[in-house]
């Protein structure tokens, strides 16, 4: 009788995350740009629900 494995679908998501991540520090030299980026975008990404109410309830 085989044995099963159990397969890992979020390994593939890991090293292409992980090697973003290095990008990101690569090529600013630094996460400070990182950080920026996404201080910006979270309020950016906040916009619709403040704007129209009817996405809040």
Known sequence: ???????NYWQPTGGV????????QDWPHGYNALI???L????LGTIPFLVMPALQH
């Open 1 to 7: 009788m085989k044995k099963r494995v159990k397969q």
């Open 17 to 24: 995350s992980a090697r973003a991540s290095d990008l990101f």
């Open 40 to 43: 910006v975008n979270v309020p």
């Open 36 to 38: 920026a980026f996404a």
